[in-house]
């Protein structure tokens, strides 16, 4: 019924930027939370940010705040990820994950396929 769709991954050298994208469609009713997650092989999924429906409220990972911002255009459904000042140690692939409802299903969590990041030394 619905899908979340990222692109805006890469390849970039240390300092360099990024911006990821995260489209949810559908038969949305309605997204409560949006975030972004990343894992690298051998560890578990970590929470890079989120934000809450309204864009009033977001939260970063401490390895994150500063470099990194969340936003949302309800309008169109998209979450964004500005990746500025990356570090190698950002290399991960980084997963979209939504909070939301559809016109027949009550709320449930969505990911999306996963893009990668690699930052260059």
């Known amino acids: 019924q619905v899908q979340l769709v990222e692109s805006g991954g890469g390849l970039v050298q240390t300092g360099g930027s990024l911006r990821l994208s995260c489209v949810a469609s559908?038969?949305?009713?309605?997204?409560?939370?949006m975030g972004w997650y990343r894992q690298v092989p051998g560890k578990e999924r970590e929470l890079v940010a989120g934000?809450?429906?309204?864009?009033?409220?977001?939260n970063y990972a401490d390895s994150v705040k500063g470099r990194f911002t969340i936003s949302r255009d309800n309008a169109k459904n998209t979450m964004y990820l500005q990746m500025n000042s990356l570090k190698p140690e950002d290399t991960a692939v980084y997963y979209c994950?939504?909070?939301?409802?559809?016109?027949?299903?009550?709320?449930?969590?969505?990911w999306g396929q996963g893009t990668q990041v690699t930052v260059s030394s």
């Open positions: 934000i809450i429906s309204g864009g009033r409220n977001t």
């Open positions: 559908g038969s949305i009713f309605s997204i409560t939370w």
């Open positions: 994950n939504a909070f939301m409802s559809t016109t027949t299903s009550r709320s449930s969590t969505y």
